[in-house]
């Protein structure tokens, strides 16, 4: 198999898996599984796939980083174009279905509920991640350019889960899944550039001693 | 002179009779996707369990179509049994609800402690439809099976100290596994002012549609408020008191922002997180809106006359 031929199946593979957490919910809908409440169900589906989306597309860097794998990397702009999908289809859910374009009331979530502005900026940030996630955009800004703007989506995960957090009413345990591994990514980004700084660290200190050698001599 | 001729047959033609239903036609259309999204459940289910003997029924729900006997028993907030809506029903089995006792205590001249199946005997069992109100903005119709609470509070005899009612769920990790996780400071307590608890809507239930109580519904006495959110509720209670102090209640306690003690349903003070002007009625697709009280200020609003309800909510 060529290795053109490998890439195409992974990403049929992560597509269609990826696909499966909707497929569920249509029909779970259609078969009557969605419980008494099946917009706030629907709802909530949508919002814990969204945030398992913005995860997974943090692990690949990572995952090639630290353990070497490239393949990973191969699907993370899919990943994040799922998550930019879920989170859409999440919001559209909320205002369009649940509140049914209650203007008056989804003014008023922007306005004054903290948890509200937290999700919808969210969402906010990734689109310009999935409007850039095309090969033209990252030429066009540069590579260097268009890395800084998508690390945003650490941002969006962070406010993704604060918004989890303070959704549940006093049961965290889920929400602190999330913010587990999003606080292992960030570790898993952070913990190699700080070694790398501090190896760097002796050296600027041998450079000092050595001009002061000279000196001393 | 071109004459026009039609090119469509008589048969061809859509019948009069749905032409002229059009629009009907489309409706039923789109009624037809939205009832995909509504829950099967909303409106079915056989009761189960053994029967109460009920004395008489009053409806307080305005003549509104009852929630189904799944849903009721089936989407349940019982933090004990489970934080997911479907875990309370699933978790139930394992609460023992005889034998039972309830103490009452306190400022009462007549403290005792009583078992559930003399306590149910105290005075006749009537049926009350009421509406429920969630917090999280859901809402049901409900036919309750129980006495009111004002009933049991004369027969005790409050001494003039008590100003306050208590109510304590039971604590026992091993029958409301929920307990084993601190998500909630347990055991669960809810509380009333006095004149809130002899108000004649307040129930003491023993019972849903005719049926013992499940588990999962506060099993084997609870207490039912309709004019206030459900938390406050408290379910399988153990213990009942009377006190000069305002109880410390599980849900203030938790987030005192958003869960007054009162916790009157009022469309017009919001949860920090969501409004509460429109609520969801399960079964139904559109919100619908939320009223004073949960439609009982005609009876109720009297007990809170000269209090300010946005700081004492």
């Given at each position: 198999m060529t290795p053109r031929a490998r890439i195409r199946i992974l990403e049929a593979a992560t597509f269609a898996l990826a696909c499966v957490p909707?497929?569920?919910?249509?029909?779970?809908?259609?078969?009557?599984?969605?419980?008494?409440?099946?917009?706030?169900?629907?709802?909530?589906?949508?919002?814990?796939?969204?945030?398992?989306?913005?995860?997974?597309?943090?692990?690949?860097?990572?995952?090639?980083?630290?353990?070497?794998?490239?393949?990973?990397?191969?699907?993370?702009?899919?990943?994040?174009?799922?998550?930019?999908?879920?989170?859409?289809?999440?919001?559209?859910?909320?205002?369009?279905?649940?509140?049914?374009?209650?203007?008056?009331?989804?003014?008023?979530?922007?306005?004054?509920?903290?948890?509200?502005?937290?999700?919808?900026?969210?969402?906010?940030?990734?689109?310009?991640?999935?409007?850039?996630?095309?090969?033209?955009?990252?030429?066009?800004?540069?590579y260097v350019r268009w890395k800084?703007?998508?690390?945003?989506?650490?941002?969006?995960?962070?406010?993704?889960?604060?918004?989890?957090?303070?959704?549940?009413?006093?049961?965290?345990?889920?929400?602190?899944w999330?913010?587990?591994?999003?606080?292992?990514?960030?570790?898993?980004r952070l913990v190699p550039r700080i070694a790398a700084w501090r190896a760097r660290r002796p050296r600027a200190g041998a450079r000092l001693a050595k001009g002061a050698g000279p000196g001393a001599a | 002179?071109?004459?026009?001729?039609?090119?469509?047959?008589?048969?061809?033609?859509?019948?009069?009779?749905?032409?002229?239903?059009?629009?009907?036609?489309?409706?039923?259309?789109?009624?037809?996707?939205?009832?995909?999204l509504l829950p099967r459940d909303a409106a079915g289910g056989e009761p189960g369990g053994a029967t109460l003997a009920v004395a008489r029924t009053v409806e307080k729900a305005g003549g509104e179509a009852r929630t189904g006997w799944?849903?009721?028993?089936?989407?349940?907030n019982f933090y004990e049994l489970g934080t997911e809506k479907d875990e309370p029903a699933r978790n139930a089995g394992s609460l023992r609800t005889r034998p039972w006792t309830v103490a009452i205590e306190g400022e009462v001249k007549r403290p005792q402690t009583v078992d559930?199946?003399?306590?149910?005997?105290?005075?006749?069992?009537?049926?009350?439809?009421?509406?429920?109100?969630?917090?999280?903005?859901?809402?049901?119709?409900?036919?309750?099976?129980?006495?009111?609470?004002?009933?049991?509070?004369?027969?005790?005899?409050?001494?003039?100290?008590?100003?306050?009612?208590?109510?304590?769920t039971l604590l026992d990790p091993a029958q409301l596994p929920g307990q084993k996780r601190r998500v909630l400071d347990w055991p669960y307590v809810e509380g009333l002012r006095i004149d809130e608890a002899v108000h004649p809507l307040a129930l003491l239930a023993f019972g849903v549609y005719g049926r013992?109580?499940?588990?999962?519904?506060?099993?084997?006495?609870?207490?039912?408020?309709?004019?206030k959110y459900g938390f406050k509720g408290a379910?399988?209670?153990?213990?009942?008191?009377?006190?000069?102090?305002?109880?410390?209640?599980?849900?203030?306690?938790?987030?005192?922002?958003?869960?007054?003690?009162?916790?009157?349903?009022?469309?017009e003070v919001d949860h920090p997180r969501w409004s509460q002007a429109r609520e969801r009625r399960i079964g139904e697709f559109f919100r619908r809106r939320t009223l004073p009280f949960n439609g009982y200020a005609d009876e109720v609003a009297r007990l809170y006359a000269g209090m300010d309800l946005r700081q004492s909510f």
């Open positions: 909707l497929a569920k919910l249509v029909a779970d809908g259609l078969l009557g599984g969605l419980g008494a409440n099946p917009i706030q169900v629907v709802l909530d589906r949508l919002g814990f796939w969204t945030l398992s989306f913005v995860i997974l597309s943090l692990a690949p860097t990572p995952a090639h980083d630290l353990l070497g794998l490239a393949w990973p990397v191969r699907i993370r702009r899919m990943l994040g174009l799922f998550a930019f999908s879920y989170a859409t289809l999440h919001l559209a859910w909320y205002a369009g279905v649940d509140q049914f374009f209650e203007w008056s009331v989804l003014a008023a979530d922007v306005r004054k509920r903290k948890f509200m502005v937290v999700g919808f900026a969210a969402w906010l940030l990734l689109v310009p991640l999935a409007v850039t996630s095309t090969d033209r955009w990252v030429r066009r800004l540069g800084r703007l998508h690390r945003l989506a650490y941002v969006a995960a962070l406010l993704g889960v604060v918004h989890f957090v303070w959704r549940v009413k006093a049961d965290l345990r889920r929400p602190s999330f913010a587990a591994a999003l606080a292992l990514l960030l570790a898993a | 002179m071109p004459t026009w001729r039609p090119d469509l047959g008589e048969a061809e033609a859509t019948p009069e009779a749905l032409w002229l239903r059009r629009r009907e036609l489309l409706a039923l259309g789109a009624a037809g996707a939205v009832g995909l799944d849903a009721v028993t089936g989407y349940n559930v199946d003399d306590l149910l005997r105290w005075f006749p069992l009537e049926e009350r439809v009421y509406r429920m109100r969630c917090v999280e903005a859901w809402s049901m119709v409900i036919p309750w099976v129980g006495f009111p609470l004002g009933d049991l509070v004369r027969r005790v005899d409050p001494t003039s100290r008590a100003k306050y009612v208590a109510f304590q013992v109580l499940p588990g999962q519904n506060g099993a084997p006495v609870r207490l039912v408020v309709p004019w379910k399988s209670i153990v213990r009942i008191r009377f006190q000069e102090q305002q109880p410390r209640t599980t849900w203030n306690l938790s987030a005192p922002s958003e869960y007054g003690f009162y916790a009157n349903v009022n469309p």
